[in-house]
């Protein structure tokens, strides 16, 4: 099949970069090595079958350096549009051309990221989720995949939009939504306990309920009016 892989539609990869410390996970192992194989960007583009694919590498500023090499300069390769349209493969050990592909990468810290690498990027920054953000990413997302993972789905079982605004507010500080899955996914299973050892109702969890599943609130609110004057006085 001569196919031109052009030809195929854009597809979507994502890979995960944190803790990776061999630079052979990038480049590949040479073909001398037992058990040698392509790295994670050939091999993936293999996978999909298309030489344009949309990679997004999650986690860069977490990458780690020891004898195995450094992946970061590795990365360079990849991610440089004045080097990736001959991108050697060591396993292939012929020039590849990775300029069709695009690569989104993400971050939780740019300090961690080397500079060298960090001057091929375009930085887009994101502000953290508002609070009517996280109530939307729970009511679509968290809410349904964490009763689906419990064994909820059928039950009756909802929390409310109180329930939502309490964690948030009392039992997670963060910018995104990970705690707050977790904490959601505290209570569904406790109430998986009771459902398991016969108890037959509606759970409804509201705002008052939280304390119930989870204790005593973490946090306190940092709510402050618009103008009011903090000060000490002694």
């Not at 050939?42 to 020891?66: C, S, Y």
């Not at 887009?124 to 064994?151: M, T, V």
Request: overall charge positive; hydrophobic content about 35%.
């Amino acid at each position: 099949d001569h196919r031109d892989l052009h030809s195929f539609p854009t597809r979507r990869s994502s890979d995960l970069l944190g803790g990776i410390h061999d630079e052979a996970e990038i480049r590949g192992h040479r073909r001398t090595y037992i058990g040698a194989m392509p790295g994670k960007v050939i091999m993936e583009i293999k996978r999909q079958g298309t030489a344009n694919p949309v990679f997004m590498l999650d986690e860069i500023d977490k990458l780690g350096r020891d004898f195995r090499g450094d992946p970061a300069s590795a990365l360079l390769e990849v991610l440089d549009p004045e080097q990736n349209n001959s991108f050697v493969d060591n396993y292939l050990n012929l020039p590849f051309d990775l300029s069709e592909v695009m690569f989104i990468t993400t971050a939780n810290s740019l300090e961690t990221i080397p500079p060298p690498l960090r001057d091929r990027m375009e930085i887009i920054e994101f502000s953290s989720y508002l609070e009517n953000d996280k109530i939307q990413i729970a009511k679509n997302y968290l809410i349904p995949r964490e009763l689906d993972d419990n064994g909820l789905t059928g039950q009756k079982v909802s929390i409310q939009k109180s329930a939502v605004q309490e964690l948030i507010r009392y039992y997670v500080r963060e910018a995104g939504v990970r705690n707050l899955q977790r904490r959601i996914g505290s209570i569904f299973r406790k109430i998986a306990k009771e459902v398991a050892s016969g108890e037959k109702k509606v759970w409804e969890i509201k705002g008052s309920d939280v304390q119930k599943y989870l204790g005593t609130r973490k946090y306190r609110s940092e709510e402050r009016r618009v103008g009011k004057e903090c000060r000490s006085r002694w």
